[in-house]
Nanobody, 130 residues
Framework: EVQFVESGGGLVQAGGSLRLSCVVS????????IGWFRQAPGKERELISC????????YYSDSVKGRFTISTDNAKNTVNLKMNSLKPEDTAVYFC???????????????????????WGQGTQVTVSS
């Protein structure tokens, strides 16, 4: 059974930083891609970053590129998202999610990744005040 334990959300002022962590279990890390998605009220869930367990390759959406960094601690099956220079528009519920790498890749290419990924964490709220 694929499981996630997310932590690190909270309230921060604009310009501040937060670090989200997601401990994953129930699958072979090297065979999967693990991503962070977010969903703001009234908006669709969007992929903001992912990392491929096989080679550590990363993806960032344009909205977070240069501000957020995704990393893994394979020994602990943990995926971290360091978020710097936070903006009020980063306010959302952040979800850790995972699936086979091909599903992630194809979903990104087709623009349907949020609908392709099968395994989701419970989400953690990030609120950035202005």
């Amino acid at each position: 059974e694929v499981q996630f334990v997310e932590s690190g959300g909270g309230l921060v002022q604009a310009g501040g930083s937060l670090r989200l962590s997601c401990v994953v279990s129930g699958f072979t890390f090297d065979d999967y891609a693990i991503g962070w998605f977010r969903q703001a009220p009234g908006k669709e869930r969007e992929l903001i970053s992912c990392i491929y367990g096989s080679d550590g390759a990363t993806y960032y959406s344009d909205s977070v590129k240069g501000r957020f960094t995704i990393s893994t601690d394979n020994a602990k099956n943990t995926v971290n998202l360091k978020m710097n220079s936070l903006k009020p528009e980063d306010t959302a519920v952040y979800f850790c999610a995972a699936d086979q790498a091909a599903r992630m890749i194809n979903g990104i290419i087709e623009g349907t990744v949020a609908h392709r990924i099968r395994y989701w964490g419970q989400g953690t709220q990030v609120t950035v005040s202005s």
